[in-house]
């Protein structure tokens, strides 16, 4: 007998694996009619988001310092499986040596995604003796991330 329903619980976490957490390079042409690479092997891409801290403080201020944000930016922290032959890898590798910028995309669980221009300023091959190469990188943002845009991947290569 081959069972195919299942009991659900009452009460389901909100909580989502970062596993479902996926970035895209455009190896397209254009930033209008982009071709999306998926950066194949991920084992992390760790977005990060920061302003800049004015102080603001006075001697009014009771004693206690009073902060401003400055200037924002963005990076993303990327560890990936260093997969032989992989479209996104090489591109970024590629970007790296040719101080280019890439566009990405940083696409969640829900398929909903941000998207941006950065430059690749860390590109590392870590090969231990005991364990898979791994391409370590920052994506350091240049300009602002777009909205939360929804909808499906197109244009996807992988």
Not at 134 to 140: F, P, Q, W
């Amino acid at each position: 007998m081959a069972y195919t329903v299942f009991a659900e619980p009452a009460t389901t976490s909100k909580a989502t694996a970062g596993k479902d957490y996926l970035l895209y390079v455009n190896t397209g042409a254009t930033e209008t009619s982009p071709t999306w690479t998926l950066v194949g092997g991920q084992r992390s891409g760790d977005l990060s988001r920061k302003a800049d801290e004015i102080d603001a403080s006075d001697k009014t201020s009771g004693g206690w310092k009073a902060t401003l944000p400055g200037l924002r930016s963005w990076s993303i922290d990327l560890e990936s499986v260093y997969l032989a032959g992989d479209t996104g890898a090489k591109f970024l590798e590629a970007a790296f040596l040719n101080n280019k910028q890439v566009h990405i995309k940083f696409e969640y669980p829900d398929k909903s995604y941000l998207t941006g221009w950065a430059s690749l300023t860390e590109c590392s091959l870590s090969t231990p003796h005991d364990d898979v190469a791994t391409l370590k990188g920052t994506l350091s943002g240049a300009g602002p991330l777009s909205d939360l845009k929804t909808g499906g991947t197109v244009n996807e290569e992988g």
